[in-house]
């Protein structure tokens, strides 16, 4: 598929792709979270931050990345040296979406290192920040490309904290602690299952079950009916393709 156009009225609908499903999933992470810091990285819940607070998460905070935060256009509206941004981090008024080079069931992520730690087959970007975000404020993730080598039965490395993890380390690392989805180009998971083992919780049109279960090293837990993500308004539609990303960025994260 490729990107069309907003139709005028009356006109057939336009395609939806399967980029823009994902930026309305990635938006929607962000739905009534209130005034706190939008930290998304990549160009998928980039646009996805910045369509919720162009409708319905206008408190969101935005920032350009550096000491700023910014308005809808990128105009500088508020000071947030990076003292003040770790104040945010460390008390749960910041909600990042970060990528994920492993996950396994629990949540668990990895971005450091494939293979054993002492002599890794691969050197990724390393932990960063990724203890932090997770234990300090709730933390979604982005996988663009859903394999059985992304989502695994256990990580090589654990950088970003999982639910068995903060509750086996007690009160001070589940106080903050929070999944509340994954993002995959196959559908939507979040943790909302007894053990907080991860869940299918919405597929993209067009995949099945069964692509989802194929792409995925693990037992999923899968309900009997799985919804499908939800469709674009028009509104939307008309945002993300020429307000947010006219230049089609999600396009070439996201295969058609």
């Known amino acids: 598929m490729s990107p069309a156009s907003t139709p005028a009225p009356g006109a057939p ?10 930026v309305i999933a990635c938006a929607e992470a962000w739905r ?4 706190v810091l939008a930290s998304p990285m990549g160009p998928v819940p980039s646009i996805g931050a910045r369509l919720a607070k162009r409708t319905f998460s206008p408190d969101l905070l935005l920032t350009d990345g550096e000491a700023m ?7 500088p509206e508020g000071w947030l040296p990076y003292r003040q941004h770790l104040t945010m981090v460390t008390g ?36 960063r920040g990724a203890p ?7 933390t979604s993730y982005w996988v663009p490309r859903h394999s059985p080598r992304v989502f695994v039965e256990r990580v090589d490395m654990v950088c970003g904290v999982g639910y068995d993890r903060a509750a086996a380390a007690g009160p001070s690392a589940t106080r903050f602690h929070r999944i509340p989805r994954v993002v995959s180009d196959l559908g939507v998971f979040d943790f909302a ?15 099945t079950v069964e692509q989802v279960r194929e792409a995925t090293g ?10 499908r993500t939800r469709e674009p308004t028009p509104e939307e539609l008309r945002l993300i393709r020429e307000v947010i990303d006219p230049g089609g960025a999600r396009d070439r994260e996201v295969r058609s």
Do not use: K
């Open 13 to 22: 609908a336009a395609v939806v792709t399967r980029a823009e499903y994902c």
């Open 32 to 35: 009534d979270n209130g005034e």
């Open 69 to 75: 935060l910014v308005g809808l256009d990128g105009t």
């Open 92 to 127: 749960g008024r910041r909600h990042v979406m970060m990528g994920a080079s492993q996950l396994d069931r629990f949540g668990n992520q990895n971005i450091s290192c494939v293979g054993d730690w002492s002599r890794p087959t691969r050197q990724l970007l390393g932990v």
């Open 132 to 138: 932090v975000n997770t234990l300090n404020n709730p």
């Open 193 to 207: 299952t007894p053990d907080h083992s991860m869940r299918l919780a919405s597929l993209h049109p067009g995949v």
């Open 218 to 227: 693990f037992g999923l837990s899968v309900p009997d009916e799985v919804p």
